[in-house]
């Protein structure tokens, strides 16, 4: 399987199982432990074997330059933008800024809709962009 398709479905289980963070940051935990991510920190999580950094609880703009640093995180992200059908890509200095657009467009209305996707709408999308790793692979 290819490592995109791969990092991308685990993602997709890991949304399942844990949700989905749309706060501060890019991740909270609660007084329990319980961990919630960011879909591009579950994108980090899934290519770089699991590490959550605790930038991702404290620093965002740490957070997002180890992100940008992933290839593999930055691959789902990028496989996952082209799977956005309904949100427009935000422009960060005159380029498309998938991060942003990626994160934004789970806790953001789409155009014409008066709700942001559900759980189910991110996963199925996660896993349109996997099916599409997969069959388009190199």
Do not use: K
């Not at 709700?115 to 189910?120: A, G, K, L, Q, Y």
């Amino acid at each position: 399987m290819h490592a995109t398709a791969q990092h991308l479905e685990v993602m997709a289980g890991f949304i399942a199982a844990y949700g989905l963070h749309t706060g501060d940051q890019f991740g909270t935990c609660d007084q329990t432990g319980f961990m919630q991510l960011d879909i591009c920190a579950i994108a980090y999580y899934a290519a770089e074997n699991g590490n959550t950094p605790d930038a991702f609880f404290t620093d965002e703009g740490t957070a997002r330059d180890l992100i940008e640093a992933s290839e593999g995180a930055m691959a789902c992200i990028r496989a996952i933008s082209a799977a956005i059908t309904n949100y427009e890509v935000p422009d960060s200095g005159g380029r498309a800024d998938v991060i942003e657009h990626v994160s934004q467009w789970t806790f953001t209305n789409p155009i014409g809709q008066d709700t942001p996707p559900s759980i189910d709408e991110v996963i199925g999308c996660v896993l349109r962009a996997a099916n599409h790793a997969q069959t388009h692979a190199a």
